[in-house]
């Protein structure tokens, strides 16, 4: 029932974005010309050729697959993590670390032991340490490949969606994620965006991103998903998704649309657990699949599959990363898509929950899928596969198509005919002056103003010179950035207030909220970096506590945008919606408070309210201008 109840309200609050102009609120105006799908504008113009005049003929490469042994034809099928900055020369602790969960000493033996088709990067793998070292991990990951027998070079990918979720961190140049840019309503914002992304990836030889996020966020309590997804209208998510596939594939790079059938309706997280997507064929059609289909006519190179499970797109209750019915009748038949598709990372608790580690890459492979994700023991997936061929399971046709699927990409992308990168053009792409003034050009237009009832906004550095930032620190998505409140301290103080920084956390204790309450005193305003306030949270507390003091309180949503339906009656003067705490949002946000920027960001999704979630507090749409 809270399911059905929260569709209906959601999907009303999309019809309901018109009274929003009677409370004061600004609604999203008619797209312009350049923000319409297939629109050209020199801001989106490609860095590279397109990549689809690069193809090699099918017959050259099925005769690749003809030459390739059956455990060369396995190994193309996996995607896995090595640990590692060096492809030959990883620290010991790295060297360590792969032993221990892979059973190599570096990617180069992983290449050459199971002939994997594709590597993974990771922060937490130590890939990404900086430009220069990710294209030398790069270089040597495609001399490794090249020396194998088939000398087919690997596709290199990552998950950098931007926002919340991001490997690779500056110097490279960070932009505002999928629902900030969702609140900034430009198609021409988001292709560029995804352009700039993409033709920095592809100058540190990651040739594919897993980016964009179709999924639409529909359950303001899903706790996986939220501002990773351009908001919860399936219509407008569906033309930022396509916009960030031309941006990405016009960069030169794969770009993989995320999670197939739809991950925007659950309240479980499928790393941890197994989510049950409750919504009928006719909802799935009308909330979910638009993303998907809008990436398919985009022509995307890849779509990443969900480990969800949806009775009513196959009532075995299989996953859909293991279900025929969804990725061969629906995705591949119904929605014609013939490109490569991807699973989620396999050792997700999400698709191990109901068949073991051996079964699951054999059984993806009969629903419909090509490439398998870092699955948590290679060798045992690897044999898994060669087994189930090997026993008539599999046939080996069926292992062929998938491989001339991911060759055909690899092609599509110019890996046979040049796979390298050049060191001498990471510093003229990567972070350069004109990428990072865009990316706070885009950012700007996303902020958005959800309270000023006083008028307190924007603060006068005459009037609120001295200006006190608390609130929460969470760990930087890149490893690059923040904290928070010290991002924020610094921009105010670039703009000419005297700004200092208290962490108070994501749950302040009660000598933490006395302590910035005391800092508190004989300051013009505090600034509240918010991060996911539910009911029961004592950020609560320390709103209130500062208000109580007399100083003006304003209150930044760092992460969902959802805070404020909380903070209703703790007393602050003003909010605001970030969508993220990577510090392109958070300068952009402060640029906004301080009076430097306009609030452009409109609510890509609807606010409940916290005692009566049935009612909407702020319909998509709503947002304050100065």
């Not at 499928?270 to 006719?282: A, C, K, Q």
């Amino acid at each position: 029932m809270h399911h059905r109840t929260s569709r209906r309200t959601l999907l009303a609050a999309a019809a309901a974005t018109a009274a929003a102009a009677a409370t004061g609120a600004v609604t999203v105006p008619g797209a312009a010309a350049a923000d319409r799908p297939g629109s050209a504008g020199s801001a989106d113009a490609p860095t590279s050729a397109s990549p689809g005049s690069r193809h090699l003929p099918a017959e050259r490469l099925r005769r690749i697959i003809a030459g390739m042994s059956l455990e060369e034809k396995v190994g193309q099928l996996f995607v896995m993590r090595v640990y590692g900055h060096s492809a030959t020369e990883p620290d010991q602790a790295d060297i360590d670390a792969n032993l221990a969960e892979i059973g190599v000493r570096t990617a180069a033996e992983m290449i050459a032991t199971y002939h994997v088709g594709g590597i993974i990067y990771f922060t937490w793998a130590h890939n990404t340490r900086d430009p220069h070292q990710i294209a030398a991990l790069s270089n040597g990951i495609q001399r490794a490949a090249l020396a194998g027998p088939s000398k087919v070079p690997l596709l290199i990918s990552t998950d950098q969606e931007h926002g919340i979720v991001c490997r690779v961190g500056e110097p490279a140049t960070l932009l505002p994620g999928a629902m900030a840019l969702g609140a900034g309503g430009s198609r021409a914002d988001t292709r560029r965006a995804a352009q700039i992304a993409g033709t920095e990836l592809a100058a540190l030889g990651i040739n594919q991103n897993y980016a964009p996020d179709a999924d639409v966020n529909v359950n303001p309590a899903n706790p996986v998903i939220g501002v990773r997804s351009f908001g919860s209208d399936p219509d407008s998510v569906a033309g930022m998704v396509a916009a960030q596939v031309k941006g990405y594939q016009g960069a030169g790079i794969a770009s993989t649309a995320k999670h197939f059938p739809g991950h925007g309706d659950t309240s479980t997280d499928s790393h941890t657990g197994l989510p049950v997507i409750t919504h009928t064929r006719e909802q799935w059609a009308e909330l979910d699949a638009p993303p998907f289909r809008a990436a398919v006519a985009a022509g995307i190179d890849s779509i990443m599959t969900a480990h969800i499970v949806v009775p009513a797109l196959d009532p075995s209750e299989d996953p859909a990363t293991l279900s025929r019915p969804i990725l061969t009748g629906i995705l591949r038949e119904e929605l014609g898509y013939d490109g490569v598709v991807v699973t989620d990372a396999l050792g997700m608790e999400g698709v191990r929950t109901k068949y073991g580690d051996e079964r699951v890459p054999v059984l993806a492979l009969k629903a419909g899928v090509d490439q398998l994700l870092n699955p948590p023991g290679l060798d045992v997936a690897w044999k898994a596969v060669l087994a189930a061929v090997r026993n008539g399971e599999l046939t080996e046709a069926r292992i062929d198509e998938s491989v001339l699927r991911i060759l055909r990409l690899k092609a599509k992308l110019g890996l046979f005919q040049d796979p390298f990168v050049k060191d001498s053009q990471v510093d003229r792409i990567v972070g350069t002056r004109a990428h990072l003034a865009a990316a706070d050009r885009i950012a700007e237009h996303t902020t958005t103003l959800l309270a000023n009832p006083t008028g307190l906004l924007p603060l006068s550095r005459r009037s609120h010179r001295n200006i006190l930032v608390v609130g929460a620190d969470p760990a930087s998505p890149s490893g690059t950035t923040g904290p928070p409140t010290t991002t924020l301290a610094a921009e105010f103080t670039a703009l000419g207030h005297t700004a200092t920084a208290l962490s108070t956390g994501t749950a302040p204790t009660a000598a933490k909220i006395a302590e910035a309450v005391a800092a508190a005193a004989g300051k013009d305003a505090v600034v509240v970096g918010t991060y996911n306030v539910t009911a029961t949270s004592s950020q609560r507390t320390l709103v209130s506590a500062l208000a109580a003091t007399g100083v003006p309180v304003v209150t930044l949503a760092i992460r969902n945008p959802y805070d404020i339906a909380q903070l209703t009656g703790t007393g602050y003067a003003a909010s605001l919606a970030a969508y993220s705490w990577t510090d392109v949002e958070l300068r952009a946000a402060a640029r906004v408070i301080a009076g430097h920027a306009e609030p452009g960001g409109r609510l890509p999704v609807p606010v409940q309210r916290a005692d009566d979630p049935s009612q909407v507090l702020h319909p998509v749409g709503y947002g304050l201008e100065y």
